[in-house]
């Protein structure tokens, strides 16, 4: 390897370093503030899950699991991609398991991008995702996200100018990590037209698929639901949001057999394998009753409510957010002009940490006034957290 080359490797993930989420539980926790920056529930998930996990460990299920996963979550993946989204995947060879969401999106991007291909997605955009596309020797090509009318919204003009002869896939995470939103059925049919004009896959990121609130404009939609795309989508999602597992790392990915297999042999190579006697309590949790989803997510409504009232009441100007763990919020009617100060000053201010949205766009200009907060956590850290802000 010449000096050049290596200079060139090593320069491709230098822009990467300590996640922010990283820094700010760190700040938390260095300052005793309450911590509203990292989105990980302070409760745990469903007991009949809890006690399959150790079930399972205690019957021996501690050994390397198969490698597209154990065949009992596979077959509940499946089943609950069915009775939700109507999809239809077989479980031999269109399922696998990946070590959460995270190992999924890096191993499709990886798997399906070469050097110099784009990759489309939208800004603000989840931290590791332009790590896996840098990782690939792959572009981004992002598309803003605007703050509007309480909400946010893109530019159809600016969709397609991202779209072009080097376009290999569109990232696409709906519900939407930071802002909330849920893409809407008109919003979905642009992004799968370019696609199919431009011959690019989609992968889709929803984990959040049971954070739709019943106050959103749109339910969530599937793209791999529309006419002509579950050919060309690989679709993931993981147990840690909707059974307040996160530190399980349990993901999948469901797709036509092409695509997954490439995903396969590149996920082989990233984690092996992972988490075999949690696998089966998963299969477990998705079995949960129509009842256990809709708990959850008129639970995690009344805490996104409480929070957005008291942060009304601080003085923040309150973005809408119509799913997922997070709202955000912006700083300016507090005289805040950029969102890293302003939350690494926040703990000494009032004692409550939250994320600044800047760091994860390509254009910091259009998410420096803007911050976000997480609500998955029990009530009397929101009310802990409300009592606090009112010192700004």
Not at 128 to 138: D, Q
Not at 151 to 176: C, I, K, M, Q
Request: contains cysteine; hydrophobic residues 45%.
């Amino acid at each position: 390897m010449t000096d050049a080359t290596r200079d060139q490797l090593v320069a491709r993930m230098r822009p990467f370093g300590t996640t922010i989420f990283a820094e700010m539980s760190a700040l938390a926790a260095r300052t005793g503030a309450v911590n509203l920056g990292q989105g990980f529930p302070d409760t745990d998930g469903p007991a009949a899950m809890l006690d399959a996990a150790a079930a399972a460990i205690h019957a021996g299920r501690n050994q390397y699991p198969p490698g597209p996963g154990v065949p009992e979550l596979r077959a509940a993946v499946s089943a609950h991609q069915k009775a939700f989204w109507g999809l239809d995947y077989d479980p031999d060879g269109e399922i696998i398991v990946t070590a959460g969401a995270t190992e999924a999106i890096a191993a499709s991007i990886l798997a399906l991008c070469e050097a110099g291909d784009e990759v489309v997605c939208f800004e603000p955009y989840y931290d590791s995702y332009a790590a896996s596309i840098a990782l690939a020797g792959a572009v981004r090509r992002p598309v803003t996200l605007r703050a509007h009318d309480g909400g946010y919204g893109f530019d159809p003009a600016e969709l397609r100018a991202a779209f072009g002869p080097r376009t290999r896939l569109v990232l696409l995470n709906s519900p939407h990590n930071p802002t909330g939103k849920v893409f809407t059925p008109d919003e979905l049919q642009q992004i799968a037209a370019l696609c199919e004009e431009f011959d690019a896959v989609a992968v889709t990121d929803e984990v959040y698929e049971h954070l739709v609130f019943t106050d959103a404009d749109a339910p969530h939609v599937p793209i791999a639901s529309l006419p002509g795309m579950r050919a060309r989508t690989l679709q993931i999602s993981s147990a840690g949001k909707t059974f307040s597992c996160t530190g399980w790392k349990i993901g999948w990915i469901c797709g036509p057999r092409d695509l997954v297999s490439a995903a396969l042999r590149v996920k082989q190579f990233l984690t092996f394998v992972n988490a075999g006697p949690l696998q089966p309590a998963v299969a477990v949790a998705l079995d949960s009753p129509p009842s256990y989803y809709e708990q959850f997510r008129d639970g995690l409504q009344r805490k996104r409510d409480r929070l957005c009232e008291g942060l009304t009441a601080a003085g923040f100007a309150v973005l809408r957010s119509e799913g997922t763990y997070f709202v955000t919020a912006d700083i300016t009617p507090l005289g805040g002009t950029d969102g890293v100060d302003f939350c690494l000053a926040l703990p000494e201010r009032c004692g409550v940490v939250a994320v600044p949205t800047q760091v994860f766009y390509d254009d910091a200009s259009a998410g420096r006034h803007i911050v976000r907060f997480a609500f998955c956590k029990r009530d009397e850290v929101i009310e802990e957290a409300i009592t606090r802000l009112r010192r700004l």
